[in-house]
């Protein structure tokens, strides 16, 4: 069954510009909901955090692909060998803050379309570069596109970057057993940890905040960080500790931003993105 979403109708406002969410997912959550698929398939970072009351329900989190980004651009150039004015395809406000932060002197300008469109526009002059998901090229096999795996330290991911969730109905308890078959636990931890971020800092496409857990056996370490419009200001937090307390141990971070200033930031990017 094909079904196309709001975000696949309009491929021209910015993501950030658009004041809802779940664009990607809702109408074939709908459809899931109304039994006409019995499970779908989205990308973790696009699948908004369900409330107390949803009849939905991650039943499972595959194993995580890679979290990085990368930089696809015309002639493989590197991201600190692009000239001056050069143009940046993202739809992220968080790679924008990035972006800013590490190269001042390009313009970093909304895209919309798949990955493939994405590079098509790089290729037909568009755009100087696109930064993208190295995780969705993996999936589609093109990963010979990529110009440069960019550092996780100077572009933290959003959250759930590389993880695909699978969503059912809550009431489906067939469908949850065979789901759970391929659920990787380590991953779902991290996954928690992350949205646990995103639910209490009101995190989505208009607010640049980045969050990153590692699970290690029975350790987790925890990152998170919101930039300012120019990139310039950056807060950080971290945690580390045992993979049971990770969405506790995502709470305190999250608080920690807060006093730190996080909702000032994120009050800053909303009067500018409407």
Not at 58 to 68: D, F, K, L, Q
Not at 204 to 214: E, I, M
Not at 237 to 254: F, H, M, P, T, W
Request: with cysteine; net charge positive.
């Amino acid at each position: 069954m094909i079904i196309a979403t709001s975000g696949d109708a309009d491929q021209r406002t910015p993501l950030f510009s658009l004041d809802q969410k779940g664009i990607f997912e809702r109408e074939i959550d709908q459809a899931v909901l109304e039994g006409r698929v019995d499970f779908a398939v989205h990308s973790m970072k696009d699948v908004p955090v369900f409330s107390k009351d949803s009849r939905l329900s991650i039943a499972s989190v595959p194993e995580r692909g890679s979290v990085a980004d990368v930089l696809v651009s015309k002639g493989d150039i590197l991201l600190k060998d692009l000239k001056k004015g050069n143009r940046i395809g993202t739809s992220s406000l968080l790679r924008v803050a990035q972006i800013r932060r590490a190269r001042p002197d390009v313009n970093p300008e909304p895209i919309r379309g798949n990955v493939e469109t994405r590079i098509q526009k790089v290729d037909q002059g568009e755009f100087d570069a696109v930064i993208l998901a190295e995780a969705g090229l993996s999936r589609l096999g093109i990963t010979k596109r990529i110009s440069e795996r960019l550092p996780v330290e100077d572009f933290i991911p959003a959250p759930g970057q590389g993880a695909l969730a699978i969503v059912t109905r809550r009431d489906n308890s067939k469908v949850i057993d065979i789901l759970k078959s391929i659920n990787h636990p380590p991953t779902r931890a991290e996954i928690e940890a992350e949205r646990e971020l995103v639910r209490i800092l009101e995190g989505g496409c208009k607010v640049p905040l980045g969050a990153l857990a590692r699970a290690h056996g029975e350790r987790i370490q925890i990152a998170a960080c919101i930039f300012s419009i120019n990139g310039k200001e950056k807060l950080l937090a971290e945690r580390s500790g045992r993979l049971q307390e990770a969405v506790a141990l995502a709470k305190e971070i999250g608080e920690e931003l807060i006093h730190k200033g996080a909702k000032r930031i994120a009050a800053s990017w909303r009067t500018v993105y409407v």
